[in-house]
Antibody, heavy 125, light 108 residues
Framework: QLQLQESGPGLVKPSETLSLTCSVS??????????WGWLRQPPGKGLEWIGS???????YYNPSLKSRVTISVDTSKNQFSLNMNSMTAADTAMYFC?????????????????WGLGTLVTVSS | SYVLTQPPSVSVAPGQTARIACGGI??????VHWYQQKSGQAPVLVVY???DRPSGIPERFSGSNSGNTAALTISRVEAGDEADYYC???????????FGGGTKLTVL
C-alpha cells in the first residue's frame, strides 16, 4: 500500500535553510487525483499546513509562510521536497508529509487521508 | 482568515458518548474533516466531508454540522479512543486549509 516517509536533518541552525524530502512508495506520485503536502506541529501544539504540490509542479502555500517556503517535486524519484529558509526556534516542530485530494471544490477534497510518520526538526545553535 | 475553536479537553467514561465541538465560523453546509492523533503518532483521518468515514474507521465515529458548530461524536467510547482530535476546514477567505487547536479526549 502507499506509504510516505520524511527524511532530512533533525537539527538546523538559526537563520539556516531546512530541507526535507518525502519519499512516496507503493504507488506513483504522478496521479491526477492527489496533491502532496507538508504540515507541521510544534511540540505540544496543533497542526499547521505549510503547502502542497501537484505532480505537474503546481503549488499552493500557506500565506503566513509563503515568503520562506519552496516545495518541489521530482517525479523520476517519486518524491517531493520542502525548503524553508531563515529558520528560527519558532520553527521547531514535527514535520509531516501527507496526501490530499485534488478535486473541486477544494473544501470537499482538501483533507489529508495519508500521512508520513513525521520527522522532528529542532532549530538550535 | 478563519480561526477554529475547540475545547481543550473532553472526558468520558468507557461505553459512553463523546462529543467534540468545533466552532469559530458559520459552518452551514461547509465541509469539515476530523483527525485523530494518538500520542507520538501521526494524525489519522476519521471523518471527512462532514460525515463520511474512510475505510477502516468504525461506525462509532460520526460527524455533523449545525449553524456555528461542527461536531465529532464517538459512540460507545473505548480506551483506545483516547487521543487528540482536530477539526479542519478550507478557509475561503485566505485560500488554504486550517485546523482547530485540538481537543484531548480522556477516557476515564
Amino acid at each position: 500500500q502507499l506509504q510516505l516517509q520524511e527524511s532530512g536533518p533533525g537539527l538546523v541552525k538559526p537563520s539556516e535553510t531546512l530541507s526535507l524530502t518525502c519519499s512516496v512508495s507503493g504507488g506513483s506520485i504522478s496521479t491526477y487525483s492527489f496533491y502532496w503536502g507538508w504540515l507541521r506541529q510544534p511540540p505540544g501544539k496543533g497542526l499547521e499546513w505549510i503547502g502542497s504540490i501537484y505532480y505537474s509542479g503546481n503549488t499552493y502555500y500557506n500565506p503566513s509562510l509563503k515568503s520562506r517556503v519552496t516545495i518541489s517535486v521530482d517525479t523520476s524519484k517519486n518524491q517531493f521536497s520542502l525548503n524553508m529558509n531563515s529558520m528560527t526556534a519558532a520553527d521547531t516542530a514535527m514535520y509531516f508529509c501527507a496526501r490530499h485530494g485534488a478535486g473541486w471544490p477544494r473544501e470537499r477534497f482538501w483533507y489529508f487521508d495519508l500521512w508520513g510518520l513525521g520527522t522532528l526538526v529542532t532549530v538550535s545553535s | 482568515s478563519y480561526v477554529l475553536t475547540q475545547p481543550p479537553s473532553v472526558s468520558v467514561a468507557p461505553g459512553q458518548t463523546a462529543r467534540i465541538a468545533c466552532g469559530g465560523i458559520s459552518f452551514g453546509t461547509k465541509s469539515v474533516h476530523w483527525y485523530q492523533q494518538k500520542s507520538g503518532q501521526a494524525p489519522v483521518l476519521v471523518v471527512y466531508d462532514v460525515s463520511d468515514r474512510p475505510s477502516g474507521i468504525p461506525e462509532r465515529f460520526s460527524g455533523s454540522n449545525s449553524g456555528n458548530t461542527a461536531a465529532l461524536t464517538i459512540s460507545r467510547v473505548e480506551a483506545g479512543d483516547e487521543a487528540d482530535y482536530y477539526c479542519q476546514v478550507w478557509d475561503d477567505s485566505s485560500d488554504h486549509p486550517v485546523f482547530g487547536g485540538g481537543t484531548k479526549l480522556t477516557v476515564l
